[in-house]
C-alpha cells in the first residue's frame, strides 16, 4: 500500500545498544526527515535529506546516524542508545520545495532502560 | 534561528469557535503550517499561509500577518473529533520546518 511506514512501532532496548529505526516512503519524495516528541518540546527535527546520499543535520542530531542510499529509504541508527533518547521518533517525507507540506509515518515508540 | 510560540492548551465546547494563536521569531520566514496530531498518531498537514491572509479550507482557516509575526488557526463549528493537539511550523526556505511546542485542544460536549 502507498504511504509511508515506519518500523518497529515500538521498541525497548538497553543502554549502550545500537538501535536502527526504518523508514519507508512510496511517494518518491525527495525529501525525508526524522523528528523526535517529546512531552514540552514538540516536534524536534535531528536529521533530514533532500535525495539519496545527501543528509544534514537538524537541531538534534548528537548520537544519531542517518544514511539514505536509495530514495523510498532513510533509516536511523542510535549508535549507542541513551536514556535520553527515549521518546516517540516520527519519519516524514515531502515533495521538492514542499517542505511546508510533510507527510508523517505512524511514529516508532522508543524506550531505552 | 526561530521559536514559535502558541498556547499549551485550549478549551472549548461543541459547535463553537475557537482560535489558537503562534506568534514567531525567525531571522528568515517563507511561511506558517498547521498540523493537527490526535492522541497517538501521526502529525497530519491542514494548511499553508505564504502570504498574508485568511486561507479557508472548509471548518478549518488560517491566518498570517507577516508585519506582526504572527498567524492563527480557527477552527469552527467544533466537533469532538476535532479534540487533539496543533502545531504551528515556519519554514526558512524550501528545506526544514520548525515546529511549535503545540496547543493541546479540549472540546467537550
Known amino acids: 500500500d502507498a504511504g509511508i511506514t515506519q518500523s518497529p512501532r515500538y521498541k525497548i532496548t538497553e543502554t549502550g545498544r545500537q538501535v536502527t529505526l526504518m523508514c519507508h516512503q512510496t511517494w518518491s519524495h525527495s525529501y525525508m526527515f526524522w523528528y523526535r516528541q517529546d512531552l514540552g518540546h514538540g516536534l524536534r527535527l535531528i536529521y533530514y535529506s533532500a535525495a539519496a546520499d545527501i543528509t544534514d543535520k537538524g537541531e538534534v542530531p548528537d548520537g544519531y546516524v542517518v544514511s539514505r542510499s536509495k530514495t523510498e529509504n532513510f533509516p536511523l541508527t542510535l549508535e549507542s542508545a541513551t536514556r535520553s533518547q527515549t521518546s516517540v521518533y516520527f519519519c516524514?517525507?515531502?515533495?521538492?520545495?514542499?517542505?511546508?507540506?510533510?507527510?508523517f509515518g505512524p511514529g516508532t515508540r522508543l524506550t531505552v532502560t | 534561528g526561530q521559536s514559535l510560540e502558541q498556547p499549551s492548551e485550549v478549551t472549548a465546547v461543541e459547535g463553537a469557535i475557537v482560535q489558537i494563536n503562534c506568534t514567531y521569531q525567525?531571522?528568515?520566514?517563507?511561511?506558517l503550517s498547521w498540523y493537527q496530531q490526535h492522541d497517538g498518531g501521526a502529525p497530519t498537514f491542514l494548511s499553508y499561509n505564504a502570504l498574508d491572509g485568511l486561507e479557508e479550507t472548509g471548518r478549518f482557516s488560517s491566518f498570517l500577518s507577516r508585519s506582526d509575526s504572527y498567524g492563527y488557526l480557527l477552527l469552527q463549528e467544533l466537533q469532538m473529533k476535532d479534540s487533539a493537539s496543533y502545531f504551528c511550523?515556519?519554514?526558512?526556505?524550501?528545506?526544514?520546518?520548525?515546529f511549535g511546542k503545540g496547543t493541546m485542544l479540549l472540546v467537550s460536549p
Open positions: 511550523a515556519s519554514n526558512s526556505g524550501y528545506s526544514t520546518l520548525t
Open positions: 516524514a517525507s515531502s515533495e521538492d520545495r514542499r517542505s511546508y507540506e510533510q507527510y
Open positions: 525567525t531571522s528568515g520566514f517563507y511561511g
